[in-house]
């Protein structure tokens, strides 16, 4: 299972988390582009619907380098912010910013959310921004995030829409086929759009022991850099990038790169590389009755 840290550059972006996983926010960071950087107007969302309240007890699921874990701590003064992530050196990060910026009333674990044992009936929130689409088994994921909520508890996180709906995967993907036909823009591994459609996730969380789920449309550009070169940088640092390249012969693999630079350069504006790219905040609260994970069909 891979949680946030791990996927945090779309390979189509797929969090360094799949057709679209990416590097480790802490393991590339491309001076003023990164990870945060490219999420700038979708985390102003996810602050808006997560509705941090002053004595929350928050947990963030793939919590990266921690950029909202921290921001849910300094709204929940008088509660507490946890954030865990699979990533060994983006928990190392986390920890570090957090102590630089004297917080004393948050917390990161290096741990895989599916079967960490958290406190019972600890949190208030379970949020996440992009790091809940790489479990082996998200029901029996959600069912652990579950029992460490509170009855009645809130689920709030954010998660691709599909592939076709989300320009910086499409355009990543033809400019990699283009290079060498349809099987070079082929990504092994993780699905960042694992939990893209309503009705499948929906039957996900019912069966984890959540109720009340609803999806809201997310329609925000993610941002690769302030000009192409960085943007290239960014963008071949992507799972899905990465692998295809490695696997093409060196004059293939020159085609390739050239395309994406061209494809980076037509999105170009004055502040910057942008793509359109759409998302869901889906929200849910744990069943008042309990979280005992049941079979989906």
């Known amino acids: 299972m891979m949680n946030a840290g791990d996927q945090q550059r779309p390979g189509g972006p797929g969090r360094r988390e799949g057709t679209a996983m990416r590097h480790a926010a802490s393991e590339h960071t491309p001076g003023p582009s990164g990870y945060d950087a490219e999420l700038r107007r979708h985390n102003e969302v996810l602050r808006r619907a997560c509705?941090?309240?002053?004595?929350?007890?928050?947990?963030?699921i793939g919590c990266g380098t921690g950029q909202t874990t921290r921001q849910a701590a300094r709204t929940a003064r008088a509660g507490s912010a946890l954030g865990v992530d699979v990533s060994a050196p983006a928990i190392k990060r986390a920890r570090e910013l957090a102590r630089a910026e004297g917080l004393r009333n948050v917390t990161f674990e290096h741990a895989d959310a599916q079967v960490h044992r958290f406190p019972q009936e600890r949190?208030?929130?379970?949020?996440?921004?992009?790091?809940?689409?790489?479990?082996?088994?998200?029901?029996?994921?959600?069912?652990?995030?579950?029992?460490?909520?509170?009855?009645?508890?809130?689920?709030?996180?954010?998660?691709?829409?599909?592939?076709?709906?989300?320009?910086?995967?499409?355009?990543?993907?033809?400019?990699?086929?283009?290079?060498?036909?349809?099987?070079?823009?082929?990504?092994?591994?993780?699905?960042?759009?694992?939990?893209?459609?309503?009705?499948?996730?929906?039957?996900?969380?019912?069966?984890?022991?959540?109720?009340?789920?609803?999806?809201?449309?997310?329609?925000?550009?993610?941002?690769?850099?302030?000009?192409?070169?960085?943007?290239?940088?960014?963008?071949?640092?992507?799972?899905?990038?990465?692998?295809?390249?490695?696997?093409l012969g060196p004059a293939a693999a020159t085609r390739a790169i050239e395309r994406l630079r061209v494809a980076l350069a037509e999105h170009l504006s004055d502040d910057g590389v942008w793509f359109n790219s759409r998302a869901w905040i889906i929200t849910a609260h744990r069943h008042r009755e309990g979280t005992r994970p049941r079979s989906v069909s």
């Open 123 to 247: 949190f208030d929130l379970a949020m996440s921004r992009f790091g809940t689409m790489f479990f082996d088994d998200p029901v029996a994921a959600f069912a652990n995030i579950g029992r460490a909520l509170r009855p009645a508890g809130r689920l709030v996180m954010m998660v691709w829409q599909a592939h076709e709906r989300n320009e910086w995967d499409v355009v990543i993907h033809q400019s990699l086929e283009a290079a060498e036909g349809p099987a070079a823009g082929a990504s092994e591994g993780p699905d960042p759009f694992s939990l893209a459609d309503p009705p499948t996730v929906k039957e996900i969380l019912q069966a984890a022991g959540f109720a009340d789920v609803a999806f809201t449309d997310v329609h925000e550009p993610v941002y690769y850099g302030p000009d192409v070169a960085t943007a290239l940088d960014w963008v071949r640092g992507f799972t899905c990038t990465s692998e295809v390249l490695k696997r």
């Open 51 to 60: 509705g941090v309240q002053l004595r929350d007890h928050v947990l963030d």
